[in-house]
């Protein structure tokens, strides 16, 4: 079982709010991610980071930000949330390994509807 | 462009059979190729990971292949029971990449 929490599970808000997804993890992990898939659709690389005030954008273009103060905390945050943002959003982490043989561990998911 | 393909077709087999599903990759070179299990509603799950320089690897029941002439890989599930009923996602990194890229997924549906 993957120690990596995910706070929301599930949350519907109105178009325009602001939205921070919570995502920690106690594994001690270097690296963390933050996936977004649509129902029956892949997974795709919003945000990743290598370690602590480092943070990059993935191969799919987001509006959402994230921060990594600390090791174990990789929040997602959406400052005006709109309908095209309805969709799943995964946290992962792993360890850094040379050679980018990084298995990754997923927290549940955190579901986000906007109305 | 890169491209990782799996059968977007659901696989339905009888219970006490073997599962066999098919991840195919361009322009890619990977060192390592991965096997995730996704339940409906949860993150995937960490299953299998073989090396370009491994043909196969066994874990259990679960038989993976990697064919990196044909950029293939199989993921073999032997006396498959329904609890194997999920979404089976591949997942592959070029070295230097930042991180894993998953196929789309097949759905295996085992019927008792």
């Known amino acids: 079982e993957a120690d990596i929490y995910q706070t929301p599970r599930y949350l519907v808000i109105g178009t325009g709010k602001k939205i921070t997804l919570e995502c920690s993890q106690t594994?001690?992990?270097?690296?963390m991610y933050w996936y977004q898939q649509d129902p029956g659709m892949e997974l795709h690389l919003i945000h990743y980071?290598?370690?602590?005030?480092?943070?990059e954008k993935g191969d799919l273009s987001s509006e959402s930000t994230v921060s990594r103060i600390r090791t174990e905390h990789f929040p997602l945050t959406l400052e005006s949330a709109r309908p095209s943002h309805t969709s799943q959003y995964l946290c992962?982490?792993?360890?850094?390994?040379?050679?980018?043989?990084?298995?990754?561990?997923f927290g549940e998911g955190s579901w986000l509807t906007v109305v | 462009s890169q491209k990782i393909e799996q059968n977007s077709e659901a696989l339905n087999i009888q219970e006490g059979k073997t599962a066999t599903l098919t991840c195919n990759y361009t322009?890619?070179?990977?060192?390592?190729l991965q096997w995730y299990r996704q339940d409906p509603g949860r993150g995937p799950v960490f299953l299998l990971l073989?090396?370009?320089?491994?043909k196969e690897k066994r874990k259990e029941r679960l038989k993976v292949t990697f064919d990196t002439t044909l950029k293939q890989s199989l993921f073999h599930i032997t006396a498959s029971q329904p609890a194997d009923s999920a979404t089976y996602l591949c997942?592959?990194?070029?070295?230097?990449?930042?991180?894993?890229?998953f196929g789309s997924g097949t759905r295996l549906q085992v019927q008792p």
């Open positions: 992962a982490s792993s360890e850094y390994v040379a050679g980018n043989r990084n298995t990754i561990y």
């Open positions: 594994m001690g992990h270097d690296k």
């Open positions: 980071s290598y370690g602590v005030n480092s943070t």
């Open positions: 322009n890619y070179s990977p060192a390592y």
């Open positions: 073989i090396r370009e320089n491994e």
């Open positions: 997942a592959l990194s070029d070295t230097g990449r930042r991180a894993l890229t």
